[in-house]
C-alpha cells in the first residue's frame, strides 16, 4: 500500500502545526502531511500576485508530482502576526484563496481550515469551505 499524503499551505507560526497536522491525518485518513508555510498564508493566496502565486502553487505541485498528494489544505489561525485581522476576515480570505486556487490545481480536492484558540496551548481546527477535485465553485461547510 502506498504512502497516503496531504499537501498543506498554512502559517509559519509553531503553535499551530502540530495541532493542524493532527486535524488533517484524523480528518482525511493521510499518514503524511507536506508543508509550506507563509506568514498569514490566507492574506498571501487571497491577495498576492500572479507571479507569487505561481511560485507557492509549484510548491503544492512539487507535493503531488513526488508524493501523489491530491488534497490541499489551506490553513489560517486566530491570533496570527502575519495577518493581525478578525476572525471574519481570516474566514472571507481563506475563501477568496479557495476561489482563486480551486482552478489552477485540476483533480484536488481543497480545504480551507480555521484554528481559533480554545484557550492556553489550545487549538481547535475547523472546515471553512471545501472545493471537490476539478470543480470551479466554492461551497460553504456544512
Ligand atoms: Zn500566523
Redesign the pocket.
Known sequence: MPDRFATMFT???GR?QQPLNEWVRKHLDVEYLDTITE???EAVLAGTGERCLEVLLEKVQVSQRAHGSATLVIA??S?????PVSVDEHRDQLRQSLARVAGRLPNTRILAVHADRCGEQCWDPELVAEVPPAATGVRPAA
Open positions: 502559517c509559519i507560526d499551530i506568514p498569514g498564508p489560517a489561525h491570533d496570527c502576526a502575519g495577518n
